[in-house]
């Protein structure tokens, strides 16, 4: 089980599932019951009013929270939970809702950390820094201006980024996580709180990075219309429970879903 | 009963009158750090303080004399030859309000809003400041002080439990400080006085609304300044109790200063934030170093593990309970 | 315009990672080291290398070693003191049992017992954090102490309890016992300081410092993009201990010579000051490691000169007057510049950028 075997699952397969998750905090049920998958190569939006467990299901997936009980099949393995480190190591990267940047480093040394994982220098090595250690740094380095190209992030390279604006913070966020060049992209309402021309970008990020570099995006978002848009398959969360999945056009006329969330269906 | 048992009891009562008095330091610090998030690390030098200022009231000294005589040559030392004790003590406390004024004043007001680390090394600053203006002040030398309450071992426990042992066995009493008893009795009265007054007045709503929650209070109209100087006024208060308690006992010298660091380990051990965390803590810390002074110093030869013991037995039950004797099970949110 | 950036291209990223990217600082930089590795040794008196330049130096490397562990991974230590007798006590037993063994390897694995030592002190950092963690170290600062005043064997059972440095030599000089002339102590720590001064320097702009830096700003992302927590804490009390073991075996070997754990190693004389340092300097930075160092190594002679031998006080009334400034310098720059005197440097720096324009 490692990044590899995640790799080499085809496209449209299942790359993750999750099978009959319960999460409980001492006595408040945080998930329910809840059974998805997510396949290789899709974008997969969970949806659903707040405090319906969209962050919960994505911590589980990436082992910061410890299912109460249920079973997670990731790559075709069969676990009762997942480790944050072991995550990291094959593949899944993500951001988070509340911006969680390393906010005394520059945006430069934030999107590094994105790398911490592949560079494989010890620490004697690191402190003699000439020779390996630096033409490894300068790997790395090469790669992350990409990500920064990419993301037209240039002008702050070396800006601390807790002094950024918060759109460009989440952008930053982004960039970290393509830095670990993922598999499995977890994003955390990437587009909360951004005006119009900030979504359009941040929605074509995410469209190029799964259409360019085949990543596999799980995504929470509360704007429908960007939802609707860019996901291939939709879940819906309420108090902890599944009810209801399936194609963007489903979910919309989905009775259920309606109720609790969408209110009247529109075509905004 | 067997000598065992009897010596058994007496060691935990002495430690539990030695607890009080660190529960009354550690009772200093949790006011502050809920009220302004600041772990002021001056709680002990504060209890030097009042308890310098105290004796210098007392005997009349001159503040800065020293300075003074040495700056200009004059040979300044007392204004008059004593005072009486409520006097001086009622001096004192109004001293110790001055001096939260003056903290929140001078260095509070220009820190708000930085990291709660920022804050910590600002009042060890603090710390070495008052040390240095209260030898400055009323000298270094060691300082008798004398508040008319009685010390010595107690004669009449020791005659009332003399009997308790079995016939014929080589025991003598239990030995209990008097100086302990009244120490232990008159935090007890200022813990229960305190409760009273957060529960029961309107200011003390305010500062458990303010503990609670610093923008809350705020916006509902509670003067975070006043609340500030408040809780440093009754720190100071409680710094000059355990000042006198201390400093009667051993006289009032440098060392004073360090029983902040002896309720540090109640601190991690109660939490810094539960007032019941204290109080607790700090009987279970006093009980258990005697008995461990006792039944495991024996085993060095050196003895005097005490200092350490107590960080010790904190950190043990830190890893077994990581959020404290009351804390709640802590949940890490993303 | 005197500092000017305006012009110097970096085409590779090899020139962008230097340490010194601005040719103005690596001449400085150069400088300096022309200045103490060929000037200072020949001027250097007694007095200079007791009281100021050795010092220094050794703070210096205690300062870099909590700067590791407060200011780069966010832990703070009040344990300091106690870490560097680990390393002034390792050196004198080690001498004890190994009387050839090269003074150099001798302070070196001094630093690496103490950075065990730090390792196995380090362990509670994952369960506990802040406050109470800096609290926990101060279980080390009294446990260490307490543990070479009191177990005989520490001190090979001398009846003063205390220890003193016997006489090793470098290249034919002795460096350290009561011979050792100065240019050769200062020119050893002088040597151990820049060595390990580029090691640091290294560490942090690669992937360990990163590692730790990370944690300082978050752990829990941290924990999420693949640094684990207490692989990471434990690697920066590690390392941040071999520094300060090191800083201990020369303040115990090379500057004072005999010593009294109680006294030397207080909670008061060394874990305050060294703190002090590091805020004083910059948390979180090289330059101001040197820069506190500086600061708390000369403050006191400079406050003595003023008090004792221009007013006119006694010894007493100035150490008092000495604790006292300690204490509201230290608030003042808390309250006026809580990055230190780096910052205040690099505001100078931009101010010289753009001298003589105002803007």
């Known amino acids: 089980m490692s990044l590899e075997d995640l790799k080499n699952i085809p496209y449209g397969k299942t790359a993750i599932e999750l099978k009959n998750i319960f999460l409980a905090f001492g006595g408040v049920k945080a ?3 809840v059974s998805f998958e997510v396949k290789k190569g899709e974008v997969f939006a969970i949806i659903g009013p707040n405090g319906a467990g969209k962050s919960s299901m994505l911590n589980v997936i990436n082992g910061f929270y410890k299912p109460t009980s249920g079973t997670i099949n990731f790559a075709g393995t069969d676990r009762g939970e997942m480790e944050p480190e072991f995550a990291a190591k094959s593949g899944i990267a993500r951001t988070f809702q509340n911006i969680a940047l390393f906010k005394g480093m520059s945006t430069l040394d934030n999107l590094m950390t994105g790398r911490l994982l592949k560079q494989k220098q010890n620490f004697l090595m690191q402190a003699l820094y000439f020779g390996p250690a630096e033409k490894e740094e300068e790997e790395h380095r090469e790669k992350v201006e990409r990500v920064i190209d990419f993301l037209d992030l240039q002008s702050i390279r070396r800006t601390p980024v807790g002094s950024l604006p918060y759109g460009l913070q989440k952008r930053v966020e982004l960039g970290r996580a393509l830095a670990m060049e993922p598999e499995i992209l977890l994003l955390d309402e990437p587009m909360a709180g951004m005006n119009v021309e900030e979504k359009q970008d941040m929605s074509r990020f995410v469209l ?24 291939d398959r939709i879940v819906v969360l309420d108090y902890g429970k599944k009810i209801g999945s399936g194609l963007p056009n489903e979910i919309r006329s989905n009775k259920a879903v309606i109720d609790a969330y969408l209110g009247v269906a529109d075509d905004e | 009963m067997s000598v065992e048992l009897l010596n058994f009891i007496e060691t935990v009562l002495n430690g539990l009158m030695s607890g009080v008095m660190y529960s009354l330091v550690a009772l200093g610090f949790v006011l502050i750090f809920k009220a302004s998030g600041v772990f002021n690390f001056a709680q002990g030098v504060f209890a030097l303080f009042a308890a310098l200022t105290l004796v210098g009231y007392q005997t009349g000294q001159v503040p800065f004399a020293h300075l003074i005589n040495e700056l200009f040559g004059t040979n300044y030392h007392n204004w008059y030859a004593s005072m009486p004790n409520f006097l001086a003590i009622i001096l004192t406390m109004i001293t110790m309000i001055a001096l939260a004024w003056i903290i929140e004043r001078l260095v509070l007001k220009h820190l708000v809003n930085q990291d709660p680390i920022i804050l910590f090394m600002a009042t060890i600053g603090l710390a070495f400041a008052l040390e240095g203006v209260g030898d400055l002040m009323w000298g270094s030398d060691v300082k008798v002080l004398d508040v008319g309450i009685p010390s010595g071992g107690s004669v009449w426990l020791e005659e009332a439990t003399i009997g308790l042992a079995a016939e014929g066995s080589d025991y003598y009493g239990m030995y209990i400080d008097v100086l302990n008893v009244w120490a232990t009795v008159i935090a007890v009265i200022l813990v229960i006085t305190l409760a009273l007054f957060s529960q029961y007045t309107k200011t003390g709503r305010a500062l458990r609304a303010v503990a609670d929650d610093h923008q809350a209070a705020l916006s509902v109209g509670i003067s975070l300044r006043t609340i500030w100087i408040l809780v440093w006024a009754i720190s100071g208060f409680i710094a ?7 400093g009667t006992e051993s006289g009032v010298q440098f060392s004073l200063s360090l029983i902040a660091l002896k309720a540090l380990p109640v601190l991690i051990l109660g939490g810094f934030t539960s007032i019941p965390g204290a109080i607790i803590g700090g009987l279970l810390i006093g009980v258990g170093e005697k008995l461990a002074e006792i039944y495991i110093g024996g085993y060095f030869e050196t003895g005097a593990l005490e200092n350490w013991f107590a960080y010790v037995m904190a950190l043990v039950f830190l890893l077994f309970r990581p959020q404290g004797l009351f804390g709640d099970k802590i949940i890490e949110r993303v | ?9 970096k085409s590779t990223y090899k020139s962008d990672h230097a340490i010194f990217p601005l040719i103005q600082d690596k001449i400085a930089f150069s400088t300096l080291m022309f200045i103490a590795f060929l000037i200072i040794p020949f001027v250097i008196n007694s007095y200079w290398e007791k009281a100021i ?7 210096s490397l205690a300062a870099i070693g909590l700067n590791i562990l407060t200011g780069y991974c966010g832990q703070v230590s009040l344990g300091t003191g106690g870490f560097m007798a680990v390393g002034a006590f390792s050196t004198y037993k080690i001498m004890t049992y190994f009387p050839d063994l090269n003074i150099m390897i001798i302070v070196l694995i001094s630093g690496l017992i103490t950075a065990a030592v730090g390792i196995l002190f380090g362990l509670p950092s994952l369960r506990i954090k802040g406050f109470y963690l800096a609290v926990a170290t101060l279980a080390s600062q009294f446990f260490l102490v307490w543990l070479f005043n009191k177990v005989p064997w520490f001190y090979n059972y001398s009846d003063t309890g205390q220890i003193t440095v016997s006489e090793r030599l470098m290249f034919g000089i002795p460096v350290t016992g009561a011979t050792a002339p100065p240019y050769a102590t200062y020119l050893f720590c002088l040597i151990l300081v820049v060595l390990l001064g580029f090691a640091a320097k290294n560490l942090i702009r690669s992937k360990m410092g990163r590692s730790w830096m990370a944690i300082r700003d978050m752990d829990i992302a941290a924990e999420i993009i693949g640094v684990p927590p207490l692989k ?5 009390f590690a390392i941040s201990s071999f520094y300060i073991g090191v800083a201990g075996a020369l303040y115990f070997a090379v500057f004072l010579g005999a010593i009294e754990v109680t006294e030397s190693f207080d909670i008061m004389t060394i874990s305050f000051p060294v703190l002090f340092m590091i805020i004083i300097g910059g948390l979180g930075s090289m330059l101001g490691s040197f820069l506190g160092a500086a600061f708390i190594v000369t403050l006191p002679i400079g406050l ?22 300690w204490g509201l310098l230290m608030i003042i720059f808390l309250i006026v510049e809580p990055h230190g005197l780096a910052r205040l440097w690099s505001i100078a720096k931009e101010k010289l950028r753009r001298w003589p324009f105002p803007y």
């Open chain 1, 31 to 33: 998930l329910t019951d």
């Open chain 1, 208 to 231: 190029t990075v799964n259409n360019e570099l085949k990543t596999t995006i799980v995504l929470i978002e509360h704007d429908m219309g960007v939802v609707m848009d860019i996901s």
């Open chain 2, 240 to 246: 000059m109790v355990a000042g006198i308690m201390w």
């Open chain 3, 1 to 9: 315009m005197l500092y000017k950036e305006t012009g110097q291209y």
């Open chain 3, 53 to 59: 330049l050795v010092p220094f130096l050794i703070f």
């Open chain 3, 232 to 236: 990471t804490k434990l690697s920066a």
């Open chain 3, 304 to 325: 003595k000169f003023i008090m004792v031998d221009l007013v006119g006080l006694s010894a007493v009334t100035a150490k008092h007057f000495e604790i006292t400034i």
